[in-house]
């Protein structure tokens, strides 16, 4: 119904695009996941828009290395999760890793690009990403953690 009354008006689309935006990122853990409901469904200039609001906030949140301090909770946890989702749509390992790895501070994020690189049957990637987080947390990793990097690495023989 929303979406049908917005192709009716005459609504702006850089004003929609920007009032999507504030409600995806300012309403907490992905409760109503706007981009997944309406974004597909509404003209490409609106489209485009949305995208353009997610990336330029995106291109602001500071890089985290291993062992640093910082959040990436509230509306970083939203823009982190659409851009991941655009990037998996296009089919983007690399677009997908480039995502992840911006927020390095723990040896879970390794893990998660070790384990998008395994999906992706890109199993020398997914070791080297295996490796880098077992040096970054060598004193700090835990034992979860060094088994799934194992894991991965056993798949390799």
């Not at 906030?57 to 946890?77: A, F, H, I, R, V």
């Amino acid at each position: 119904m929303h979406i049908e009354a917005y192709k009716k008006s005459d609504y702006d689309p850089k004003r929609m695009a920007k009032r999507l935006f504030l409600w995806e990122i300012n309403n907490g853990y992905g409760i109503f996941e706007i981009s997944d409901l309406y974004i597909g469904q509404l003209d490409k200039a609106c489209q485009r828009e949305f995208f353009h609001l997610v990336k330029s906030e995106w291109d602001k949140l500071p890089p985290l290395k291993p062992g640093e301090k910082g959040s990436y909770g509230g509306p970083c946890y939203q823009l982190t999760r659409i851009m991941e989702k655009t990037a998996r749509k296009s089919n983007g390992l690399q677009a997908l890793i480039a995502i992840k790895s911006k927020k390095r501070s723990s040896a879970y994020s390794y893990l998660e690009i070790a384990e998008e690189c395994r999906k992706a049957k890109n199993f020398k990637l997914a070791l080297k990403w295996a490796e880098d987080g077992v040096k970054a947390f060598s004193k700090n990793c835990d034992a979860t953690a060094f088994y799934l990097f194992f894991k991965i690495y056993f798949k390799q023989l």
